[in-house]
């Protein structure tokens, strides 16, 4: 099992940045596919990126490829969402969570362990 807790949302204007970052305790956090997922009031919970353990391979959702990076640091046991050209559509409360294997997700069911969840918030 794997406990996470999110920072680093907050209010920012389209077109700024702001990175999350997601502290991770557990054994099995360097044997885990990690990712971020979302939930924009109303609408039901989308997968964001995800990173295999070792941080070689990555996926993002279509609406976020080439603005979002996912990274992570196995030895300070973090993963990272940077972000990047912001929208007005990005809002949403973003999820750190630890997908159910080693590799690459894109699914919200593809991930067991959730954080609490950090707000962001891209006004226009």
């Known amino acids: 099992q794997v406990q996470l807790v999110e920072s680093g949302g907050g209010l920012v204007q389209a077109g700024g940045s702001l990175r999350l970052s997601c502290a991770a305790s557990?054994?099995?956090?360097?044997?885990?596919?990690m990712g971020w997922c979302r939930q924009a009031p109303g609408k039901e919970r989308e997968f964001v990126a995800s990173?295999?353990?070792?941080?070689?391979?990555?996926n993002y959702a279509d609406s976020v490829k080439g603005r979002f990076t996912i990274s992570r640091d196995n030895a300070k046991n973090m993963v990272y969402l940077q972000m990047n050209s912001l929208k007005p559509e990005d809002t949403a409360v973003y999820y750190c969570?630890?997908?159910?294997?080693?590799?690459?997700?894109?699914?919200?069911?593809?991930?067991?362990?959730w954080g609490q969840g950090t707000q962001v918030t891209v006004s226009s």
């Open positions: 557990g054994r099995t956090f360097n044997r885990a596919g």
């Open positions: 969570a630890a997908g159910l294997g080693v590799g690459i997700f894109s699914r919200p069911a593809d991930f067991g362990s």
């Open positions: 990173i295999n353990w070792s941080g070689s391979s990555t």
